[in-house]
C-alpha cells in the first residue's frame, strides 16, 4: 500500500467490480491526456446519490481503505465531496450530477493506466472540468491538454458546454477562455 499505482489500480478494480459510474479527473487524467506532472493522490468523479454514501464508504472500508466514516458522510452531504484513504495515498471523490457532468459520462473513454484500464474524460471533457474552477494549475494543464490534442478537439462541443457553463455561472469569462484556448 506504499504507492500510487497500487492505490489507483485497488480503486479503480473496486469501482469496475461494483459498476459504478465515474471518470478519473484531477492530475491523473491531466498527466495522460497532457503533459505528464507528479501527484500523491487519486481524483474521482462519482454518479452515485448523496443518500448511497454511506453504503458506499462501508463497502471501500470492506476492501481495506480507511476513512471518518462520521465527518465524511457529513462532508459528502454538505459538500458532495468526500475523502477515503489507502495506505499513504488519499483518492478525492466528487459526487457528480449537472447535465455537463452526465454528458461526460456517456463520452467517458477507456485508457489504460498503471496496468488496469479506467474510465476518463475525452479531453473536451476534461477541458471543461478545468475552466471552471481555472486555478493556475488547472490552465497550465488546460493549454497542455490543447497543444496535445490541436487540431483533434471538438470546438463545436467546447464552445456548446462553455457557453452553457458561463450562463449557468453567470460568467462569461469561461466562454471566453475556451475561445482564447482554441487559438493556442
Request: aromatic content about 10%.
Amino acid at each position: 500500500m506504499d504507492s500510487l499505482p497500487e492505490t489507483f489500480r485497488k480503486i479503480i478494480s473496486f469501482l469496475e467490480e461494483e459498476k459504478f459510474d465515474y471518470l478519473v479527473i484531477g492530475e491523473l487524467a491531466s498527466a495522460t491526456l497532457g503533459e505528464p506532472r507528479m501527484t500523491q493522490d487519486v481524483d474521482i468523479c462519482l454518479f452515485i446519490k448523496k443518500l448511497e454514501v454511506k453504503e458506499f464508504l462501508l463497502k471501500l472500508k470492506q476492501e481495506g481503505f480507511s476513512f471518518d466514516e462520521k465527518g465524511m458522510i457529513k462532508r459528502a452531504k454538505e459538500r458532495g465531496t468526500f475523502q477515503v484513504f489507502y495506505g499513504n495515498f488519499h483518492i478525492d471523490f466528487i459526487i457528480l450530477s449537472t447535465d455537463f457532468e452526465k454528458s461526460a459520462l456517456k463520452r467517458k473513454q477507456k485508457i489504460k493506466l498503471y496496468g488496469i484500464e479506467a474510465s476518463f474524460p475525452t479531453p473536451e471533457d476534461l477541458i471543461l472540468f478545468k475552466i471552471v474552477p481555472a486555478r493556475l494549475m488547472d490552465m497550465m494543464d488546460i493549454e497542455n491538454i490543447v497543444i496535445r490534442h490541436s487540431g483533434k478537439l471538438d470546438e463545436k462541443y467546447l464552445l456548446s458546454w462553455a457557453q452553457k457553463l458561463s450562463d449557468e455561472a453567470e460568467d462569461i469569462r469561461i466562454y471566453n477562455e475556451i475561445k482564447r484556448l482554441l487559438n493556442l
